[in-house]
């Protein structure tokens, strides 16, 4: 029987993760674990954590509270000891979109014909500003940009132990691992149905030029030479743009 654990990692996340936990355990249909990885937090983080743990007796946690070297090792340290067929990962502050999205993942593993290794969906985005929906992207657009968010990805978890995260990217070890999984034939199932609710401004975003530096490496070592060059050049023009030109207009305002 397929299984399906959640890992929500976090550090001093006392404001976002009580309803990044409350989006798992009010699902229609449970998921068969739910594992934190603390990395040490020094604020409310574990206390409420531990609550959730009380409160909801009838799922089975898995707990750590440990110093980490950053979001990968934690997320490794948790495909390590989940006993789970399948693993999805929900950031501290971000949220299952749907009561249902449980339900809606077991059906969509019932249903595969194609056994695959990613199942994954939409995300809907939300920031200070505004909630919006955006539709993920067929897998072949890998080659230049993730067509989905991490979130919104139900992973095989023997196929994520051929991999884990390659923990020398500090922003996007998750493209890096989609993207060999992919090179290698790997089968990406896409689902036309909202995952999670994903909180923007985190840190991929506020360190954007670095990620920009990252996707090229990673492409880089793809072999795509000529093309990650082009799109590197193009990507911080626009980021020059969107985060240094426009929003200091909008600071001064």
Not at 173 to 202: P, S
Not at 226 to 250: H, N
Request: contains cysteine.
């Amino acid at each position: 029987m397929d299984t399906i654990t959640i890992v929500t990692v976090c550090k001093n996340a006392g404001t976002a993760i009580g309803r990044t936990i409350d989006s798992v355990t009010s699902q229609d249909v449970a998921v068969d674990e739910y594992i934190v990885i603390d990395g040490k937090s020094t604020d409310n983080t574990l206390d409420i954590v531990m609550a959730a743990v009380d409160n909801n007796p009838k799922l089975q946690f898995k707990v750590i509270s440990e110093c980490d070297k950053g979001i990968y090792n934690a997320m490794n340290k948790a495909l390590r000891i989940t006993s789970s067929s399948w693993v999805l990962f929900l950031n501290a502050g971000d949220e299952l979109s749907n009561r249902d999205t449980v339900r809606n993942l077991r059906k969509a593993i019932s249903e595969d014909q194609t056994n695959s290794d990613f199942i994954y969906g939409n995300a809907i985005y939300r920031d200070e500003r505004k909630t919006y929906s955006v539709r993920s992207k067929s897998i072949g657009k890998i080659a230049r940009e993730m067509p989905f968010c991490h979130q919104c990805v139900l992973n095989r978890t023997s196929t994520m132990r051929e991999y884990y995260y390659d923990e020398k990217y500090r922003i996007c070890a998750d493209y890096n691992l989609y993207m060999t999984a992919y090179l290698n034939a790997k089968v990406f199932l896409r689902i036309d149905k909202d995952i999670a609710i994903y909180e923007t401004g985190g840190y991929s975003q506020e360190n954007v030029f670095a990620l920009i530096d990252e996707i090229y490496r990673i492409r880089i070592c793809a072999g795509q030479n000529y093309s990650a060059k082009i799109d590197r050049v193009i990507y911080k023009i626009k980021a020059t743009i969107k985060y240094v030109i426009l929003g200091s207009r909008s600071t001064e305002k």
